[in-house]
């Protein structure tokens, strides 16, 4: 497991991780990219804990999606199984987890201040704090994708499934995109990554 992490996390997270994976007991499978999430916790039938986490070369965000994992089962352990999954107990553990990674020696200095603000009241899904998703891209492997921030007013792009959406305005935070077969409208997040489709 050792020679494992250290192909996923940041060195100096390695030992600290290894400790909290046996300390928990939890069971951590590496699993190919997923596009709807970045991990996930369950309880087994036989009453063991699985974590995945999507094999990736930014070892920020994997380090980031285990420690959200582990707090899942770090909070309904301590706190039983009827709390929100991603409620205040859930917050309070993955803050406790998190905040001895929150250093230069684990995370480069230009993403410290990003996560202190995330970590003050974490989101389900790093993904939506598009400031920390945004920086955080800087660390994974080039791709032909873009951000719809990025992309100008009216421009068609293709989304994961193959389904093409026209670029409309942005309502507060949010961009409304219309399908382009259907004409639905859709709210997409300012730092979902698309492909455009150049004419």
Known sequence: MDAVLKKYLPERAV????????????NLKIVNQRVTRHGDYRRLPNGSHQITVNATSNKYRFLITLIHEIAHLVAFEKYGRQI????????????????????????????LPLLAKHFRNPKASSSTDADLSIALKQFDAATDKTHIFELPFGSVFRIYNGKLFRKGNKRIKRFECMEVATGKLYLFQPNAEVEPIRD
């Open 15 to 26: 030992i600290p991780c290894l400790e909290l994976i046996k300390e928990t007991g939890v």
């Open 84 to 111: 929100k999954p991603h409620g205040l107990e859930w917050k309070r553990t993955f803050q406790f987890l998190m905040l001895p990674f929150i250093r230069p020696e684990v995370f480069p200095s230009k993403l």
